[in-house]
């Protein structure tokens, strides 16, 4: 199995709603990863979790908080967005990520999230 | 820091013809380097990498790529362009960072293939 499923597909929320994006991989990876698109870019790397443990923040707003329960769940709890969050969530796993330069990360297919 | 660049943000090629992208890669040390697809509303897919085995470089679905390091290019090849191949292609460069390996995306190239 080489997968990793994320859910839910799409997402339309207000800003001042609460939700929870939802990642989920079996294929004994210990790194994880969430990445932020933006239409026609690149995806930009919001959080790691390696051995479930926050190992990398790229100083993203306190509006989005990650959780990782186990070695195959990932969570991205969402409050109180803004409109400019509006993009393709995107999780990934790896092997590791710490001393395998060449690990191939797999994606998901990403949650596209509106932001009204 | 390490980066790579991407020549082109839109490709356009006829059914059939050589595909051809591009990426030049900035490093003072030697990289770990990948290249990776993304068909529309769908993830990213690895398409192959550069882990310092061989130079050439054989991927999935017909794609290959050439390490050289006297230009600082791993340019993505493809002899016969199928409609199926039009997507995003995104280079990447790994990094150590922090004492992760995190990749480095360039910026992408869009393949239009047409009739």
């Known amino acids: 199995d080489t997968e990793v499923t994320q859910t839910p597909k799409h997402l339309v929320m207000g800003m001042t709603n609460k939700k929870s994006l939802k990642c989920e991989q079996h294929?004994?990876?210990?790194?994880m990863y969430w990445y932020k698109q933006k239409a026609k870019k690149p995806p930009e790397l919001m959080f790691v979790?390696?051995?479930?443990?926050?190992?990398i923040n790229e100083s993203v707003p306190s509006r989005f908080s990650p959780e990782c329960p186990n070695s195959s769940l990932l969570n991205l709890h969402l409050h109180a967005l803004q409109p400019e969050d509006s993009a393709l969530y995107l999780c990934?796993?790896?092997?590791?990520?710490?001393?395998?330069?060449?690990?191939?990360?797999?994606f998901g297919p990403g949650t596209r999230l509106t932001v009204l | 820091a390490q980066s790579v660049t991407q020549l082109g943000s839109h490709v356009s090629v006829s059914e059939g013809a050589l595909v051809l992208l591009r990426c030049n890669y900035s490093?003072?040390?030697?990289?770990?380097l990948f290249w990776y697809v993304q068909y529309p509303n769908q993830g990213l897919q690895l398409l192959l990498k550069?882990?310092?085995?061989?130079?050439l470089v054989k991927g999935i679905n017909g794609f290959e790529a050439e390490f050289k390091k006297s230009e600082t290019s791993f340019h993505l090849t493809k002899p016969s362009a199928h409609m199926s191949d039009a997507a995003e292609y995104f280079c990447?460069?790994?990094?150590?960072?922090?004492?992760?390996?995190?990749?480095?995306f360039g910026r992408g190239t869009s393949l239009i293939v047409h009739p």
């Open positions: 990934a796993s790896s092997h590791s990520s710490g001393g395998a330069g060449a690990d191939t990360q797999y």
């Open positions: 294929m004994g990876h210990r790194a």
């Open positions: 979790y390696s051995y479930e443990k926050l190992s």
């Open positions: 490093s003072s040390v030697p990289p770990y």
């Open positions: 550069y882990t310092s085995a061989a130079t």
């Open positions: 990447a460069v790994s990094e150590p960072t922090g004492g992760s390996y995190i990749p480095t």
